[in-house]
């Protein structure tokens, strides 16, 4: 990036809230029904219906303003956010404007080894609009009121981020925080968690900021690192170019990977907001907050600190481990089920366990192998059953099956081979078909000693105990 | 039959003088007679029927409400399952509500018959009727002036005999200053009493509904059946419901008057004042003792209304898109072009009018100004009330500086039609409840007489309101040709 400049960046993320009804009705939030069976009389916004707040949407958000440290409002108000559109049934929003329920806080990422503390403005309550089909009704747009009122918390940062990267950072980490506390599913396919990313550039050194451009509705961290560097080089080389940066909105073309304009602001709406006469003003009391506080989880960074101290872990490994509530969980059901040292569980499932999750796309709370079968396989490792060699073997028909790691050793017959006198046996056989290469390290070529190890262990179907095969190798091809 | 009250109606249905299914025929019949009142928007006789024949069998099993089997016309303001709710506007000429408002399921439930849906300003918003898609509403007392508004349809219905009851609904007025003007008893409730869940909102606010009846007592039954906090409103106020006809008949001995002296000012008609005047001596006599009182601040009652009110308005109204329901232009260019036609092709002039004026209080750089200054002169006039009733029981005046004007006399001059509800509007703002009761005729029109009483005290005022109808006989007049 041009060293001249500095970039400024303040994100807002739309996070919907985990509830079973919408934020101010009945109807259910449950994704993908057939268009407009989830929406009530309330949610088409009917003649004469009124809003009725949802208690646990309130809950949520102050759940998520105690996890941030953050103010809560004692007295917030929702307010009407006015302007058209079709899929917008009441012809405004109900949204918190002047008085929110969640004030100033904070998060703090890691990046590079260092921890840097973003600013968190505010965070509001506010209902989502539904959803315009414009494919499929032959040059017609078809309306889908079913998200129309899903309850959403509005996260607003401060301009605290200086690159893509701590941009990212940042809704990751708020990302790991939502789905920790339970009261979003994160789900960015769905869009559940959506972000706008407001960027700026000005002249490193200079205090005021840039006229910023607001990015609409990027779906996924790549895109959100993708766009705001574009966006950064753009208004770059807009500005090195002589001209100069507008204030407006612009929508990324995931595509092309380009940003382009909607509407600038001399088009931008008045909303006019003003306060809901409908909705009584939202009251939280300390006894409230006290209550919610006693359902916070351990939050991710305590959590990480901990399994540095408690397993003895890298940075990486406790970050990785502590990325979600549930990773966490199956770690420490292993640890706990395994008997064993929590090094070998790290290394399992930091490597094995992610790794197959990986490939197969899935989520650790998919893992088709519980914490608990994970632990019999290791105790296998532990007592030299088996190998690690042929633990992962183990593995893999444990992954695609419902069987013991026991029941698997024992139909497969992969028992490590302890029996020194069985071991010798094949040794001496193999270095009396072997001379060429006896004589190569005993002449000194110290990698023909893997070739041996690899003989015996083929010959054994891997099932040696490679530890007696490297001994009784070292005596008999004693130099 | 069609003068009697709800409660002689109700004493006849249980000594068997007459079946429900009669008295809902006989108030059917008069309703065609006198169709050219055009009280009614839509009135409902087969479901009047069928629920007037229900209403016989729950007073034949003895498990009858008060209000079971009586007829009664709901403002076109509720919505009512199945059966077109207009709001008074073409807007939603179209519309069969799929639901009911609270207000009808209780009095459903209560076993009232319900004769169709009474004539009103469109979406309430105006003070004679005459902003009715479906036109104005002739005044049975003189049928070439206004019933008053916006709850027109409904005051002239009960004053002509064409239902023994009805609903309405005052955000500034709209129920006191009908029945004033045609001479029958009304109740706008405390803010919170009555439910609006259903009840198309015009200033979110200042909504109240209410009932409108030929006497207090019949309020009071009609009030038991509407009251009650409704999970469903917000806004609706978790309190228990008082029975409000068991202290109907307490003295008023020792019972305290005010007359704020800014009812009684520049612009009152002296006729009008000397039939208020002559009503306080008739409380004097039950025992009353009254005294003069200030509110300083309501001279800014209607400015301070004429802002909140349409900027509430402004944005209530943006659901009427042409999208999801009632009307929509034939053949849109765009989405813009479906907007400002289905919107401009439908709403009347004051409709429009009071977008408009919303629209602007609420614009950035203005909201500070109008919206906010608006708020804070509300709280001020709550505070005037609230000194005033800590000092009496309740507050007496006017409900309208004239009686009933002529039909299209001040359709020209919207200023002259909102100094029509002076008195009125800033009890809204206040979020008190008031009555208003027959106390006299001026040129052979009916007076109405104000009644303000303090939060939640709808017992007191309908004792108030009962004593007096118990001592004078303003109540029992009827306009000629309607006996």
């Known amino acids: ?69 953050a103010e809560i409002a004692p007295y917030s108000v929702f307010a009407r956010k006015n302007y058209f559109y079709p899929d917008l049934p009441k012809g405004y929003q109900i949204s918190q404007f002047e008085l929110p329920i969640v004030g100033n806080g904070h998060l703090d990422i890691d990046l590079d080894g260092a921890t840097k503390r973003i600013g968190v403005t505010r965070a509001h309550l506010e209902e989502d609009a539904g959803k315009s089909l414009h494919e499929d009704f032959h040059g017609l747009t078809g309306i889908d009121l079913n998200r129309a009122g899903t309850p959403l918390l509005e996260i607003v940062s401060e301009p605290d981020m200086r690159s893509a990267k701590e941009a990212v950072a940042y809704m990751r980490k708020l990302h790991e925080l939502v789905r920790y506390l339970e009261i979003c599913d994160g789900n960015m396919q769905e869009g559940s968690f959506r972000c706008d990313a407001n960027v700026s550039v000005r002249p490193r050194g200079q205090a005021e900021f840039g006229t910023r451009a607001e990015i609409k509705n990027i779906n996924s961290f790549r895109f959100v690192e993708k766009a ?68 916070l989880p351990e939050l991710p960074d305590a959590k990480k600190r901990r399994f540095i101290e408690q397993y003895g872990q890298d940075d990486e490994s406790a970050a990785t481990l502590t990325s979600s509530r549930q990773l966490a969980d199956y770690y420490e059901a292993l640890v706990e089920a395994s008997g064993g040292e929590a090094k070998i569980c790290t290394n399992w499932v930091t490597g094995d366990v992610l790794g197959a999750l990986n490939k197969a796309g899935l989520e650790i709370g998919q893992c088709p192998v519980d914490a608990e079968r994970l632990a019999g396989l290791l105790q296998r490792i532990a007592d030299d059953t088996i190998s690690g060699k042929i633990a992962k073997q183990v593995f893999e028909a444990m992954w695609q099956g419902q069987e013991t790691a026991d029941q698997i050793i024992e139909s ?39 070739f041996f190890v690899g003989q015996v262990m083929k010959e054994m179907q891997g099932k040696a105990n490679p530890a007696e095969v490297n001994k009784i190798l070292k005596t008999k091809l004693k130099r | 039959m069609n003068n009697k009250t709800i409660a002689e109606l109700a004493r006849g249905l249980r000594a068997g003088e007459f079946s429900s299914v009669e008295l809902t025929q006989g108030y059917l019949e008069r309703i065609r007679q006198f169709s050219v009142l055009n009280a009614y928007i839509t009135v409902t006789a087969e479901q009047a ?28 303001i509720f919505c009512t399952d199945g059966v077109k709710t207009s709001c008074g506007s073409k807007m939603l000429d179209n519309f069969i509500s799929p639901y009911n408002a609270t207000v009808v399921e209780k009095l459903n439930a209560a076993g ?4 169709g849906k009474s004539n009103m300003d469109e979406f309430a918003m105006g003070s004679s009727n005459e902003t009715s898609f479906y036109g104005s509403v002739q005044n049975p007392w003189n049928v070439s002036c206004v019933p008053g508004g916006s709850s027109g349809g409904s005051a002239a219905a009960v004053a002509a005999g064409l239902t023994a009851g009805a609903t309405g609904t005052d955000t500034g007025g709209s129920i006191r200053q009908p029945a004033a003007f045609c001479g029958i008893t009304g109740l706008k409730p405390t803010y919170g009493r009555v439910s609006r869940y259903g009840m ?20 009071a039954i009609m009030l038991q059946a509407m009251a009650g906090f409704d999970e469903k409103d917000s806004t609706s106020v978790d309190r228990p419901v008082p029975d409000y006809s068991s202290g109907l008949n307490q003295p ?169 509800d002076i008195y009125t509007i800033a009890v809204n703002l206040a979020g008190l409840p008031a009555m208003s009761i027959p106390a006299g005729f001026v040129d052979g029109k009916p007076v109405g007489l104000q009644i303000i009483g303090n939060y939640f005290a709808e017992d007191r005022l309908l004792n108030v309101a009962h004593r007096y109808q118990m001592n004078t006989d303003w109540h029992k007049q009827v306009p000629k040709g309607f006996e």
């Open chain 1, 1 to 69: 990036m041009n060293s001249q400049w500095e970039v400024v960046i303040g994100l807002e993320i739309h996070a919907q809230l985990a509830t079973k009804s919408k934020i101010f009705s009945g109807a259910s939030t449950a994704y993908g029904a057939e268009p407009n069976t989830q929406a009530c009389a309330v949610d088409l916004g009917l003649p004469g219906v009124l809003p009725v707040l949802n208690q646990e949407a309130v809950r949520m958000a102050v759940k998520f303003g105690l996890a941030i440290e």
């Open chain 2, 49 to 76: 029927l069928a629920q007037a024949e229900a209403a016989d069998k729950r007073l034949a099993a003895g498990t009858a409400d008060l209000l079971t089997g009586i007829p009664v016309a709901q403002k076109d």
């Open chain 2, 252 to 420: 008023l001995s020792g019972l305290k008057i005010g007359l704020p002296k800014e009812f009684f000012g520049e612009g009152l008609n002296g006729e009008i004042a000397t039939v208020i005047e002559t009503a306080v001596n008739e409380y004097r006599k039950l025992g009353a003792e009254v005294k003069e009182v200030s509110m300083p601040n309501l001279k800014h009652a209607i400015p301070a209304y004429y802002v909140i009110a349409p900027a509430e308005c402004s944005a209530n109204l943006s659901r009427f898109d042409g999208v999801r329901f009632g009307y929509r232009c034939d053949n849109p260019a765009d989405l813009s072009d479906l907007y400002t036609r289905s919107r401009g092709e439908t709403f009347g002039k004051e409709v429009k009018r009071r977008i408009l004026i919303g629209t602007y209080a609420l614009s950035a750089g203005y909201y500070d100004a109008y919206y906010l200054k608006a708020q804070k002169v509300r709280r001020l006039i709550s505070d005037d009330f609230k000194s005033a009733l800590a000092e009496v029981d309740v507050l007496m005046g006017p409900v309208s500086p004239t009686v009933a004007f002529g039909l299209g006399e001040k359709t020209g001059d919207p200023i002259q039609m909102y100094l029509s």
């Open chain 2, 200 to 219: 198309i909102a015009y200033a979110s606010s200042l909504d109240q509904g209410g009932p409108m009846t030929r006497t207090a007592e019949d309020a």
């Open chain 2, 112 to 115: 009232a018959v319900m004769l």
């Open chain 1, 412 to 450: 497969q017959g992969l028992k490590q081979i302890t029996d020194t006198g069985a071991i010798e046996a094949i040794i001496d056989k193999i270095i009396a078909d072997n001379p060429g290469q006896v004589e190569q390290y005993l002449g000194g070529k110290d990698k023909v000693f893997g």
């Open chain 1, 228 to 295: 705001i560097n574009h966006e950064i080089e753009r208004q770059i080389d807009l500005i090195e170019s002589g001209g100069k940066v507008v204030q407006e909105t612009r929508l990324y073309d995931a595509n092309k990977d380009e940003t382009r304009s909607m509407r600038g602001k001399e088009e931008a709406n008045d909303y006019r907001y003003f306060p809901d006469p409908d909705l009584l003003p939202v009251e939280i009391t300390e006894a409230f907050k006290d209550e919610v506080r006693a359902t």
